[in-house]
Each structure stands twice: as structure tokens, then as C-alpha cells.
């Protein structure tokens, strides 16, 4: 029957409990920062639609501003038509 050497096998124990727990602890590192990049993403992701909305909201208010220049010139070329028209008419007379 061969000797057994138990300090040997302690320390090879010590060693394998050692390697557990760094492994371990690697582990739960991991899995803080997998949840805080979700976190972020998540986040992001609020800002993203935040934003979508903020910049559908924009466009919209720019296309109305945009029609109302529009139609202020057109009437202001009718006005000043109008204005010529009438000018025209004093000097006809």
C-alpha cells in the first residue's frame, strides 16, 4: 500500500479552494457588470425613444412654422399686388 502524503493533499485541497473561490468572485464580478451594461442599455434605450419624440415633436412644429412663412409671403405678395393695382388705378386717372 503506497503512503499517503496528507500534508500534500491538504495543500493540493487549499489550492483547489483558492482556485474556487478567485473563480467565484470572477463570476460575480462578471455578473455585477453584465447588470450595469443593462442598465445602461435600458437607459439608452429611454433616451433613444426620448428623444424620437422630442425630435418627431420638432419637425413637426418646424413644417407648421414653415407653412405659416409660406403663407405670410403669398399674402404679402397679394397685399402688395393690391397695393400696385391701386396705385396703378390713381395714376390711370
Do not use: P, T, W, Y
Not at 7 to 30: F, M, N, P
Not at 45 to 70: F, G, H, M, R
Amino acid at each position: 500500500m503506497e503512503k499517503v502524503n496528507i500534508k500534500k493533499l491538504q495543500l493540493d485541497v487549499q489550492l483547489c479552494q483558492d482556485e474556487a473561490r478567485k473563480a467565484s468572485e470572477g463570476v460575480q464580478s462578471a455578473k455585477a457588470q453584465l447588470e450595469h451594461a443593462e442598465e445602461a442599455i435600458r437607459s439608452s434605450e429611454k433616451k433613444d425613444k426620448k428623444c424620437a419624440k422630442k425630435l418627431k415633436k420638432a419637425k413637426s412644429i418646424l413644417k407648421e412654422a414653415q407653412s405659416l412663412d409660406v403663407a405670410k409671403k403669398k399674402a404679402s405678395k397679394k397685399s402688395a399686388i393690391k397695393k400696385a393695382k391701386k396705385i396703378s388705378k390713381k395714376h390711370k386717372k
